[in-house]
């Protein structure tokens, strides 16, 4: 099982989306920061998930679930890869 980045871009609700997936146990995500000081994305480590499991579209699935998901627009990718 490896590790992975991943970058949110949410200019709103970040606390909100820190506390939803930090809360997760599998997958688990830590916060590492804004990457390139870039303020409206939020990085994560994510480990303890499921070799081959798409993680980028879990964590969009996971945060459109949320009381919150459906009325911000956000997106998800892995870090390094272009919006």
């Known amino acids: ?3 992975m ?3 949110v871009d949410a ?3 970040q606390k909100e ?3 939803c997936l930090e809360a997760l146990d599998s997958p688990k995500y830590t916060y590492l920061g804004h990457p ?3 303020m409206t994305q ?3 480590e994510v480990s303890n ?3 081959g499991k798409d993680i980028v579209a879990f964590t969009k699935g996971f945060l459109k679930s949320q ?3 459906k009325a911000i627009v956000f997106r998800v990718l892995e870090d390094g890869k272009n919006w």
């Open 11 to 13: 200019p709103i609700k």
């Open 17 to 19: 989306i820190m506390a």
């Open 42 to 44: 939020i990085q994560f």
């Open 1 to 3: 099982m490896s590790n």
């Open 5 to 7: 980045k991943i970058n």
């Open 36 to 38: 390139k000081n870039m």
């Open 49 to 51: 998930y499921e070799e």
């Open 67 to 69: 009381p919150f998901g």
